[in-house]
């Protein structure tokens, strides 16, 4: 399973099941002393306190898993699940209520019960709107439905024990203590249970987060905190202040801890995103009254996620403590530091006498986070990209600010991160057609929009048809045709490029079962991965979705960014190695465009080099280094024992320039245009005839076109 557990929701989750499941025991015993009409109010007063407490303890636990990502909740299960166990509870104060029941039906209601608080359970986990579904390891999971089983039984035996027991003279303190224990003994109960269940989790290291319009986790524990006070509030009229000092004294005491987990991150210990509006509309209303301004500093930590995903959500949490830690030592006393999520944090500087003070704040902040950070076994380098909106210029509400700031974080971003931009109007415009886009990228995965078109690749001094690179394209329902330029860069920042990537080979595959089917000459398949595809899982990920297919190794090819490969060279060789060790080709694209190390080229044993269509552009007229550099590479290449592919040809100068130099393989506009899936098997036949009916060897790239 990924993902640890934040111990104090834990704790917090025991202590609403103890305090309820005590509620629920003074109410049990009550209930037997009391006429008819008020047995059925004690009843169902102590149906309500055990039923809210059972059901915020199963998604407190679930809440405590520790993901990075935001997670939501389905509003409909949520309260079906919360309904599912006021039903239990009430099923349960029934048998209590009941006078000498005989022990098969006791056993009855305690299996079923514990199956209740299984499927409430359930509920929760699917309520939790992940993509792909969650998988579970079976043995755990049995282990974990038995142990709540037993629990369930366990409650049955407890609350029936307590029927008819009238209060001895001089054993209150006797009777407080076993009810303490018993109480006690059901929250670390159902809490082990709940926790099993987790344990018994399958969570991909790809999964996304859906949490768009849902109870988001932050609202849903807020919620559940208010629930905490009402049952406790309860607890206290049911058992009678006199008669439950203990009690009293517990309530007390946590009081200003339920405080703390309703206003701040769990993780972090800073200020969460309800108390963060709150200082900033407390600011705002100072400013409006003194006149002087403030401002709202929105970070968020540049190449987290790939941390996150590689080292482990261990190492990410404990990187998000440190940088909060650093954020602290850069502040004045009087600013605050909130985190809102993941890896987003903002800063609220009051009192400002000149913009400069923010500008200073913001360079402290950026240099203590380029500073080494050292976590567990692991040197950690991370950068952060800062965006500052100041009051009133840059909005006058607790939202504008927000949005504001975050556009100009965005701005910082598209600069080059590891940088601070202050807001401006014409960035807001950006920003909102970036989360338009974001959005409107899930529904294209979701309703599967993308479509691949195709792009003929030719021998540089012939006719013959080496392959076909297709091109992922994407048209919106009312955005129209988007540009990949655009649509791919907003994929890699959200992580949806991982799902989007998915997609195409899964495309990809059945695109040449096709052309089988069809009887096409075989064509061998080249992805191009991104980035953020790098990872530890990427292999079992191509061996899954291949496999699954039926497509044999042999008959793709994946290519690999410059860029992408140098940024980690060590995982790019064992990632390289491992996939053709599979039979898998490999391929290095936009030549040219990085700062490689030509040992470490050396050492990649790739298959192909793709020159960037800018060095080819450069081969027309009088550009002399623009044809030396295009030759240095062809030369290296073969060097190498490597094909090289000139991309982007569009002039009858360019293409005679690469035939002169001995290129491999050519393509662009001048030799053929993208075309959809049914024209391929033509292109393949008309180069056939060319040749005379020699056999073509086709090769089919797929890149996720910049």
């Known amino acids: 399973m990924s993902g640890s557990f934040h111990f104090l929701l834990l704790a917090f989750a025991v202590l609403v099941a103890s305090l309820s499941a005590y509620a629920a025991l003074e109410v049990s015993e009550r209930m037997v002393m009391q006429e008819s009409q008020h047995r059925r109010l004690w009843l169902s007063v102590g149906a309500v306190v055990l039923g809210l407490g059972v059901w915020a303890t199963l998604f407190l636990t679930v809440a405590a898993l520790g993901l990075s990502m935001p997670v939501g909740f389905d509003i409909r299960l949520t309260v079906l699940a919360l309904l599912l166990c006021l039903g239990s509870a009430f099923y349960l104060m029934h048998l209590s209520g009941l006078r000498r029941p005989h022990p098969s039906r006791l056993a009855i209601g305690g299996l079923s019960i ?142 200003d801890k339920l405080l703390h987990f309703a206003t701040h991150d769990v993780l972090t210990g800073l200020p969460n995103r309800a108390l963060l509006a709150d200082r900033i509309q407390h600011a705002v209303e100072v400013a409006r009254r003194n006149g002087k301004t403030f401002a709202v500093l929105f970070m968020d930590l540049d190449g987290f996620k790939a941390i996150n995903d590689s080292l482990g959500h261990a190492v990410g949490d404990g990187l998000l403590v440190a940088v909060a830690q650093r954020i602290r030592q850069c502040l004045r006393g009087e600013d605050m530091v909130a985190r ?82 202050f807001f401006e109007p014409a960035m807001h415009a950006s920003a909102m057609r970036h989360l338009q886009v974001r959005q409107a990228l899930q529904q294209a995965i979701d309703e ?111 290519e690999i960014t410059e860029t992408a490969a140098m940024k980690d060279v060590e ?9 053709q060790a599979l039979g898998f080709d490999i391929a290095i694209d936009d030549f040219g465009t990085g700062y490689s190390s030509l040992a470490y080229l050396a050492q990649f044993h790739c298959r192909q080099i793709k020159i960037d269509r800018f060095f080819t552009s450069r081969l027309d007229g009088d550009d002399h280094s623009g044809r030396a550099i295009v030759a240095a590479i062809i030369a290296l290449a073969h060097a190498l024992q490597m094909e090289v592919v000139a991309e982007g040809v569009e002039t009858e100068g360019q293409l005679r320039e690469l035939q002169l130099l001995h290129c491999d393989q050519v393509q662009g506009f001048l030799l053929g245009r993208p075309a959809e899936a049914p024209s391929v098997p033509g292109l393949v036949q008309a180069s056939n005839d060319d040749l005379f009916g020699a056999a073509a060897g086709a090769s089919a790239v797929l890149k996720l076109e910049r």
């Open 114 to 255: 514990g199956a209740a608080i299984n499927a409430a359970f359930h509920m929760a986990l699917a309520a939790m709107q992940l993509l792909p579904a969650l998988l579970y390891q079976q043995v755990l999971l049995g282990l974990a439905l038995l142990l709540t089983e037993l629990i369930g039984v366990f409650i049955v035996a407890l609350f029936s024990a307590s029927n008819g027991r009238k209060p001895k003279a001089g054993s209150l303190n006797s009777q407080q203590t076993r009810r303490v224990l018993a109480a006690l003994l059901v929250g670390l109960g159902l809490v082990a249970a709940a926790t099993a269940g987790l344990r018994a989790l399958v969570i991909a290291p790809h999964t996304q987060s859906l949490a768009v319009a849902s109870l988001l986790r932050e609202h849903l524990v807020n919620g559940i905190v208010f629930l905490a006070f009402l049952a406790m509030a309860l607890a206290l009229v049911i058992s009678g202040v006199q008669r439950n000092q203990v009690l009293k004294r517990i309530v007390g005491r946590t009081n």
């Open 571 to 579: 995982r790019s060789q064992r990632v390289i190695g491992e996939l």
């Open 448 to 558: 599967q929009q993308f479509r691949l078109h195709f792009q003929p690749k030719y021998r540089g001094a012939s006719k013959e048809l080496t392959g076909l690179e297709a091109l992922l394209r994407w048209t919106h329902p009312q955005l129209g045709e988007m540009a990949p330029t655009e649509f791919i860069p907003i994929a890699e920042r959200s992580g949806q490029i991982l799902c989007i990537g998915d997609w195409v080979l899964q495309a990809v595959c059945e695109q040449i079962a096709r052309w089988d089917a069809a009887g096409m000459k075989p064509v061998k398949v080249a992805l191009n991965l991104s980035p953020l595809q790098m990872r530890t899982d990427l292999v079992a990920r191509i061996v899954e979705l291949v496999g699954a297919a039926g497509i044999a190794p042999q008959r793709l090819m994946f």
């Open 340 to 421: 809102i999520g993941g890896d987003e944090f903002v800063v609220v500087v009051g009192n400002l006498s000149s913009p400069d003070v923010v500008e200073q704040l913001s360079e402290n902040i950026l240099a203590a986070l380029r500073q080494d950070f050292q976590i567990d076994d692991a040197t950690l380098r991370v950068t952060s990209s800062i965006g500052i909106a100041v009051y009133p210029n840059s909005g006058d509400s607790v939202d504008a600010l927000m949005k504001n700031a975050d556009a100009a974080m965005y701005e910082a971003k598209q600069s080059g991160r590891n940088t601070y931009r």
